[in-house]
């Protein structure tokens, strides 16, 4: 998929929920989808669940956010389109996101979903479609779902995302990451429901490198928010949530750096446990994908088996309010702060595929296979799900 395609994504399964301390009020649940692509031949077939209450209001609805780049530019923003569309207590809606498989007959959903006949019903305008990206050539990107309020307790709004190519077979899915709607039992902090902060992988995140001569590695990046109460001030970089206004301006770098047991500082360790250095730190901003190359060149270094290294990520142009200059600039040199207040790094998935026709171990195979992973969301004290 990633040699044909002019932007390509793999995604693998993740999952959380949230309720975090504080006043009680009402709110969304909202499903939070970190990866999104559309292409030529790549879809992203998405598949929103809905148990609230709540939809038996506001017309049954659920509010749609998408942050989307039409480039392969890691420096370049994300613009916003949301919209309303149906549902209805105890539904399901897969719908292709990309417009490639769903026809403007059935609204972009799949599968004789009968709420595109409805939606003929009520007269409602062609352009209420769930084919968010069908106006776009190809695309990266990442959607929030919420059901704008609901008072029947957690993890109303849920889904799962099933990314493919459908000319070359390869295909990757994950669920969404969760979070509460107002319940009754528990308390939360007004603002919350979209702030997936606690989302970020930890740091730093042992991960493996496959051989070069027979692998491509990269890593898929979504910088997520700042939490509300951060020493960090609001403004188009440091926002509080995951739904910015008009555009998403979210930057974080992603590095390998760990230590070894006399603290000196490496990128990664080959397979006989020396340590290499040399790693460049690469930011990306709203969404992107990193070649594992891209952070550390091991070509022509004697190094071609890999080995393993410590990575790391962090949001980056951020100003605080102790220090207005830029007190998490990319050229701080260490990243081991994504734990700190303010300084939430991003949602990670790790993806490979075979180079064509490369021995793996004397081994050739056929085509090309592909696979991907999350890498493990932070989840410290401070974040994991309170009741």
């Known amino acids: 998929m990633f040699p044909k395609n002019k932007i390509s994504v793999a995604v693998a399964v993740a999952a959380g929920g949230l309720a975090i301390a504080g006043t009680q009020v009402t709110q969304a649940a909202s499903a939070f989808f970190p990866q999104i692509v ?4 790549v879809t992203t077939i998405v598949s929103v669940i809905s148990t609230s209450d709540w939809l ?5 609805d659920l509010h749609y956010r998408i942050y989307y780049k039409t480039t392969d530019d890691n420096a370049a923003e994300c613009i916003e389109s949301n919209r309303y569309l149906p549902t209805s207590p105890m539904d399901v809606n897969s719908m292709d996101i990309a417009g490639n498989l769903g026809t403007s007959a059935t609204r972009g959903l799949l599968f004789n979903d009968p709420t595109a006949a409805r939606m003929d019903a009520f007269a409602e305008p062609a352009s209420q479609t769930y084919a968010l990206l ?3 050539a190809a695309a990266r990107a990442y959607m929030v779902v919420d059901d704008m309020e609901s008072a029947s307790g957690a993890h109303t709004v849920g889904g799962e995302a099933f990314l493919f190519d459908f000319g070359g ?7 969404a990451f969760a979070n509460d709607g107002d319940d009754p039992g528990t308390e939360k902090a007004e603002g919350t429901e979209f702030d997936f902060s606690w989302t970020r992988m930890r740091n730093p995140s042992p991960v493996n490198l496959l051989p070069l001569y027979a692998f491509n590695s990269g890593f898929l990046v979504t910088p997520v928010n700042i939490p509300a109460g951060s020493e960090a001030t609001a403004n188009d970089w440091a926002t509080e949530n995951m739904v910015p206004t008009n555009k998403n301006s979210m930057a974080a770098v992603i590095d390998f750096q760990i230590e070894d047991w006399y603290g000196e500082t490496a990128a990664i360790f080959d397979r006989d446990e020396n340590p290499l250095s040399g790693s460049t730190a690469k930011k990306i901003v709203c969404i992107g994908k990193v070649a594992a190359t891209d952070i550390i060149n091991l070509q022509g270094s004697g190094e071609e088996d890999g080995g393993w290294g410590g990575l790391v990520t962090k949001r980056v142009d951020v100003k605080s309010a102790s220090d207005p200059s830029n007190r998490l600039a990319a050229s701080q040199p260490s990243y081991f702060v994504g ?6 790094g991003a949602v990670v998935y790790k993806v490979e595929y075979n180079l064509p026709g490369a021995a793996i171990n004397g081994y050739t195979f056929p085509g090309v296979f592909n696979t991907g992973a999350l890498v493990l969301p932070e989840l410290n004290s401070n974040l994991a799900p309170k009741n």
């Open 134 to 136: 069908k106006g776009v």
């Open 38 to 41: 559309k292409g030529a031949s």
């Open 56 to 60: 038996q209001t506001y017309d049954g």
């Open 339 to 344: 734990s700190a207040p303010g300084t939430t």
């Open 169 to 175: 077979g390869a295909a990757w899915s994950y669920q």
